[in-house]
């Protein structure tokens, strides 16, 4: 199973993206989605996500301005975001982990999309 970001860019604050995430392979089940981000000199932060146990979370500074999604029959996830602010600045990565088609555990990372946002 492979993931592919896309979407990310430069934007001014209080701008939009919609950044996606296709995947791709055989997958049988999904149990769980999210977007992380990681800045320049800081570690890796959950954005969002989706689990089949604990349903739709958000980080504090992203509630209420960022909502995550998927869309089944394309095999895609989205993270839209607006009123975007220049701590927003990092790579986005998309995570996927479920069973592939031969009931295998997954745990799959795209490469990553820029979102720079100006002041």
């Known amino acids: 199973v492979q993931l592919q970001a896309s979407g990310g860019g430069l934007v001014q604050a209080g701008g939009s993206l919609r950044l996606s995430c296709v995947a791709s392979?055989?997958?049988?089940?999904?149990?769980?989605v999210g977007w992380y981000r990681q800045a320049p000199g800081k570690q890796r932060e959950l954005v969002a996500s989706f689990t089949k146990s604990d349903g739709t979370n958000y980080a504090d500074s992203v509630k209420g301005r960022f909502t995550i999604s998927r869309d089944n029959a394309k095999s895609t996830m989205y993270l839209h975001m607006t009123s975007l602010k220049p701590e927003d600045t990092a790579v986005y990565y998309c995570?996927?982990?479920?069973?592939?088609?031969?009931?295998?555990?997954?745990?799959?990372w795209g490469w990553g999309t820029q979102v720079t946002v100006s002041s």
């Open positions: 392979g055989s997958i049988f089940s999904i149990n769980a």
């Open positions: 995570m996927l982990r479920g069973q592939d088609s031969t009931l295998r555990a997954f745990d799959t």
